[in-house]
């Protein structure tokens, strides 16, 4: 049994085979899924599809590259968005410095707001983090400073040194097909050391299939083929990596469930 933590079903690529794409992951051992939202106006479809499907749960949130578009976006605003029973996460929210879509004083703000609501309300922040490990370290110290939240770095690709940083902190992280392409050498370093309860596994689907479907469009079923490649680097087999991985989810995001 496996969760795909983190996958956007109303993407183009998903959305347009929804029931199949869930099918087929139910098939191949997905039991739950994370349907995250990365702007305001997608927030009622994700939210309705996680209604139509016992076992899929939404987020609520703005992904940084939409930060610009959001610069009303209150506290309240988000708060109310997640008291939906569905509703299990915050996110994704983050700073990506590395396209910089969104003005960085926006991301940041946005950011704060996000684990702010978290804090208020138990339920974690789903982050998202590229080319912006000091900022993101620094507000993470910051506000984990004004009080505890819970939280967990998605699609992990950031260093090693960040890894046993935010890990410090109590965040969990969370890994994506990237673990499993050819290039991804450091990534594996850091995949083979996170503790066994702080680790979760996810798509991020429809984008960055997994070895051997690169190239084709992802779906949750292909948490499976990065799930096995992780517990082969780690020396574990994938019903015991399946097991606790599941479990990290059901406890990090402990309104879900099933
Ligand atoms: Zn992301
Ligand atoms: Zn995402």
């Known amino acids: 049994m496996l969760v795909d933590s983190h996958c956007h079903l109303e993407y183009k690529g998903l959305v347009d085979d929804q029931d199949g794409v869930l099918a087929r992951a139910r098939e191949a051992g997905v039991k739950a899924f994370l349907n995250i939202s990365t702007k305001r106006e997608e927030w009622d479809q994700v939210v309705g599809t996680a209604r139509g499907n016992p076992d899929v749960f ?17 506290r309240e605003e988000l708060l109310e968005a997640t008291r939906d029973p569905k509703v299990i996460g915050i996110g994704e929210t983050g700073l990506d410095y590395y396209y910089d879509h969104s003005d960085r004083a926006a991301q ?30 620094a507000i993470l110290s910051d506000e984990m400073g004004q009080g505890a939240f819970p939280a967990l770095i998605h699609c992990f690709t950031a260093s090693a040194e960040f890894g046993e940083q935010v890990l410090e902190l109590g965040l969990s992280i969370s890994l994506s097909g990237i673990v499993t392409f050819k290039n991804a050498k450091d990534l594996q370093e850091v995949a083979r050391t996170v503790p066994q309860d702080r680790l979760l596994v996810e798509t991020d689907s429809p984008f960055l299939a997994p070895v051997p ?36 989810f059901f406890d990090l995001f402990s309104k879900a469930a099933v």
Do not use: M
């Open 213 to 248: 479907h690169r190239g084709k469009s992802c779906e949750p079923g292909y948490v499976r083929d990065t799930a096995s490649f992780i517990a082969e680097l780690r020396s574990e087999s994938l019903e015991e990596l399946a097991a606790y991985t599941t479990r990290n």
């Open 108 to 137: 940041q703000r946005l950011f704060r707001i996000h684990i702010n609501v978290a804090r208020e309300t138990g339920l974690p922040v789903i982050i998202h983090t590229r080319d912006a490990e000091d900022d993101t370290l």
């Open 58 to 74: 939404a987020s609520v949130g703005v992904h940084p590259h939409n930060a610009d578009q959001h610069l009303d976006l209150t």
